[in-house]
């Protein structure tokens, strides 16, 4: 019996694509990755849609990126699912948290976060905690300013971690390595870890595939998890797919874009069998169908098939 899962039952993954391009050569992959994993243990995919950033994601992006996936016959079994109908759900999460005397609000313009905050582990900035302890008096100063306070959750000093199925063993001491993070932005939206925790909950999602990129997110996931009751997903976080320099591929990347890989290789199915082929996902990359690889994949294979788990260079 396989160990994903966080039931006995089938596992239910999910695609979580944020619609703000058309997908790239790194989307696909993690898409790719997340399917087989689920599919080879009769498990179904749930298509969750994204869109906190309502600037950015448009509705063209919002169709292109459900028929990429169609294309390239990653199909899912149920949703789509939209971040932005569930402002509610994030809402009542929200209210439990503040109601345990756990969240602040924040204060910090971006340029004081950067200003106040040590580089952390490359990107991840630790919040110094300007706003933790402000007195109801400066609170009350602040809010007459008309700045509309973010909202801040406490973490506490104590280590979250979990075992990555691709990762291996991995923690954060949260106070020290992540510091008070954001569950509500300044302009109300609600901050990505608390809707992506709330919506893995509510969509039974058990098997969480993605980027490498999200590994230390998984900490603060798990944390709010606990504070929300809620159980936590199997998760395995798949190399990232590199341009030269060790630069990640992004959406800006013309030549990793679908339409590019699609001029370049033919069919969805030359795409595909590339993808799989150079990431270890199959034995070699011969054009191929989704439904195709399953019926060779396994997930140990692809394990010891990564020589690299953190990247892969994209060729
Ligand atoms: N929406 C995120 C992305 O497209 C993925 C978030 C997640 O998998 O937790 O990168």
Known sequence: MSTLGASASAPVGRFA?????????????????????????????VLRIEDLDRERSKPAFIDGVQRDFEALGLYWDRGPHFQHDRDEAYAEAFRLLEG?????????????????SAPHRGEKLVYAGTCRSLSDAERRERMSSGREPAQRLRAPAARYGFTDLIQGPYEQNLAEECGDFLVRRSDGAF???????????????????????????????????????????????????VAECNRRLSKRDRDAALDELLARFGTPEGVIGHIAGITGL????????????LKSFSLERFKENLADPVQILWR
């Open 17 to 45: 694509p944020s619609p703000t391009g058309r997908m790239h050569a790194g989307n696909i992959y993690a898409a790719l990755a997340a399917w087989l994993i689920v599919k080879s243990q009769g498990g179904s995919m």
């Open 100 to 116: 345990k005397g756990l969240t602040y609000p924040c204060f910090c313009s971006r340029a004081d976060l950067h200003a106040a």
């Open 191 to 241: 901050a990505y870890q608390l809707a992506v925790v709330v919506d893995d909950a509510t969509q039974g999602v058990t098997s969480v595939t993605r980027g490498v990129d999200l590994l230390c997110s998984t900490p603060q996931q798990i944390y709010l998890q606990e504070l929300l009751g809620l159980s936590t997903p199997e998760y395995a976080h798949v190399p990232l797919l």
């Open 282 to 293: 199959a034995p070699t990359d011969d054009p191929a169908t989704p439904e195709e690889l």
